[in-house]
């Protein structure tokens, strides 16, 4: 008599994969953030020293407590900010900015303002990029060259130097 | 007998899951990709800005986050960028830190994560301290804004 040989079939056990599956997903879910990844970015200058930089050179803007904003010793709306930059930088498209904000303005109000100051790109261009404003010399003025944010040990240190108190 | 038979061959209602392994794998596919750990859980409000340029990986943090309680200082929370971020109390400590992480890699990148509604002579001191430290670029976290905020 001939003995039938079992057959014996490998497979493997995949009936708990659908339960590692959800395991692992609902760790996932937990633990992944979608968290802010993008943000203003500016460099800072390679020298700590306080930058050469005439008052009358520059273009000052002074943030004050509430959000109020002086440009040039002179009180203006945020809207006529960047008009009035660019008619400064139409006569000289070097001159720096220097952003200032009192101790007691808040965080979000120094944003606003710098925010303004950098959609002079999209601002003064059209949305080819275009150039839509010339400087004097007819070349096309497309964004703001330097914003200086100067810390206020550094205006402290500037003021000393030029005998302010 | 006909009637038992015919009730045997009846099937019972079920709920197709057969494709349910499928989703989950999919779903599971896009969380390892999009995965991505926050080294700083600070809730805040951040500012709303309409420039905004993506933030490097694995760049430095620093938080400044208004307290629980108004009388409270300031908590402010540091990370290299791929640690869990640590509180400091002083700026001494912030100088410090972001002293090693630049002599470790003088082309550290750092975030400044600040909730909108602080007053900005501290976000100034932490500036300071990172200028101090010779840190060469900066980004200041921010949400998208948008025409109705």
Do not use: C
């Not at chain 1, 079939?9 to 993008?38: H, K, V």
């Not at chain 1, 050469?52 to 945020?78: C, F, M, N, T, Y």
């Not at chain 2, 905004?52 to 694995?58: D, H, L, Q, Y």
């Not at chain 2, 500036?127 to 060469?136: H, I, M, R």
């Amino acid at each position: 008599m001939r003995i039938k040989k079992k057959e014996i079939q490998s497979e493997i056990f995949t009936g708990s994969m659908a339960d590692i599956s959800f395991l692992l997903i609902i760790y996932f879910m937990i633990t992944s953030a979608f968290s802010a990844d993008r943000g203003l970015d500016f460099a800072l200058p390679e020298d700590t020293d306080t930058p050469e930089i005439k008052q009358e050179d520059s273009i000052d803007v002074h943030v004050l407590r509430g959000g109020a904003i002086e440009v040039d010793a002179k009180g203006l709306p945020l809207e006529g900010l960047l008009p009035y930059v660019l008619e400064k930088l139409k006569q000289k498209p070097d001159k720096p900015v220097i952003l200032r904000t009192d101790p007691d303005a808040t965080y979000g109000d120094m944003i606003r303002v710098f925010d303004t100051l950098r959609s002079a790109r999209d601002e003064w261009t059209d949305v080819d990029g275009r150039p839509l404003h010339m400087d004097a010399r007819g070349k096309p003025l497309t964004e703001i060259q330097t914003i200086s944010i100067p810390t206020r040990r550094e205006i402290e240190n500037l003021w000393s130097m030029l005998g302010i108190q | 007998m006909a009637l038992i038979r015919g009730r045997d061959r009846k099937g019972a209602a079920q709920i197709f899951t057969a494709s349910m392994a499928d989703i989950v794998f999919l779903l599971l596919v896009f969380f390892i990709l999009t995965y991505k750990v926050e080294v700083d859980r600070t809730k805040m409000d951040l500012p709303d800005t309409w420039v905004r340029s993506k933030v490097p990986e694995k760049a430095a943090v620093i938080s400044i986050a208004p307290p629980d309680d108004i009388t409270a200082p300031l908590v402010v929370r540091v990370s290299t960028g791929e640690e869990m971020s640590l509180p400091v109390s002083t700026n001494e400590e912030v100088v410090t830190f972001a002293s090693t992480e630049v002599a470790r890699n003088p082309n550290k990148e750092f975030i400044v994560k600040a909730d909108e509604q602080v007053p900005y002579e501290y976000v100034d001191a932490v500036l300071d301290a990172l200028k101090q430290s010779k840190v060469k670029n900066i980004y200041l976290l921010s949400e998208q804004k948008t025409v109705d905020r």
